[in-house]
């Protein structure tokens, strides 16, 4: 168990202070640069950053959830999915600052939140765990689809992101499901809205 606490004390720091880097090509990085407007570089790199801190949010989940994993193979598949979520947040980063923005300043607070919830749900046993992961992943999916409506209509560079986002997002749901996730309940769907919400809400702006 100290290992496992040290391995991601170590990972936190990777995430919030380190450059992310992805072993995949960033989607849409040989796409020609679209936006011009300044109100529309300002709207898109805002919701880049919403769906930044999200990835923040499920890496951090998920690796807390390893920490308390029962079965290797669940902590397998929990660290997979956090490492996919670090390429992720490598893409959203670039993109970013391709259109002059900045993640959040409330990244740490929104890791540490997530992180405790990783722990809390890891404590529960790994069906469980496993059924916050397919939850989250549904619920990042619908913000993921929500953006692809509202960014502006000419932004296929942040087009191409959320894309490959959206598909590895709902790869790691089926692999929670195939590995056993439990439904979870009506008011515990409802309140990881409620904290979704929040953070979306706040990190479009901060």
Not at 80 to 85: I, N, V
Not at 119 to 148: C, I, M, N, P, Y
Request: proline letters at 5%.
């Amino acid at each position: 168990m100290l290992d496992r606490i040290l391995i991601e004390f170590d990972k936190t720091l990777r995430t919030l202070l380190a450059t992310p880097a992805s072993q995949r090509p960033q989607p849409g990085k040989s796409l020609p640069e679209t936006l011009t407007e300044k109100q529309d570089k300002q709207r898109a790199a805002a919701l880049m950053r919403i769906n930044h801190t999200g990835e923040v949010c499920a890496q951090a989940l998920y690796n807390g959830q390893a920490i308390t994993a029962r079965s290797p193979d669940t902590a397998a598949t929990l660290r997979r999915s956090a490492h996919e979520e670090t390429e992720h947040l490598a893409w959203c980063e670039t993109r970013i600052k391709e259109l002059g923005g900045r993640t959040s300043l409330l990244t740490p607070l929104f890791y540490g939140g997530s992180f405790g919830l990783g722990l809390l749900a890891g404590s529960l046993g790994d069906r469980w765990s496993l059924g916050f992961v397919a939850e989250t992943e549904h619920q990042v999916g619908k913000h993921l689809a929500h953006h692809l409506k509202i960014l502006p209509a000419q932004d296929q560079k942040s087009r191409a992101i959320i894309s490959q986002m959206q598909k590895d997002e709902a790869s790691h749901a089926q692999q929670a499901i195939t590995h056993g996730a439990i439904p979870l309940p009506f008011p515990v769907k409802a309140g990881m809205r409620i904290l979704s919400t929040i953070m979306t809400t706040t990190t479009y702006h901060l």
